[in-house]
């Protein structure tokens, strides 16, 4: 004789997910007896002077004159940016000729600024005094167009 292929365990749970289904048909069917209740009156929002959201119309009266010239919403233009100096003093703090690499410290600011063989203009070594340009690279500033001073 042989053994029935369906379980107690798989009954109960074909009972369960029959129970979910029901509960999941009457849920639906109450959620459009709700909305077909409800206006498009009930669902518009307005926004007051302070950002808040609230279900009554603001008064027209209350409005204020904006003026759209005194709007700033980008960037300011270049045209009031101060640009610094360029060309800039150093010397050779670290050089690699056999990388092509090296470092050149700024005699105004102190900093360390990156630079490669392939922009100088003249053979530096160590201890060296440059004169030199500064641009924005990817990792940031590289000394370019260096010369002996």
Partial sequence: ?????????????????????????LKKEERKSNSASSTEDDMIAYVDEFGNITSTRPDPQDKTKVDAESIMVSVPK??????ADTVRNGIVTFFNSSKGYGFIKDSETGESIFTHINEHLDSVKENDRVVFEVERGKKGINAVRVKLA
């Fill in 1 to 25: 004789m042989a053994k029935s292929q369906q379980s107690w365990n798989k009954k109960d749970r074909e009972i369960q997910k029959q129970k979910k289904r029901k509960a999941k048909e």
């Fill in 78 to 83: 270049r045209e009031n940016i101060i640009v």
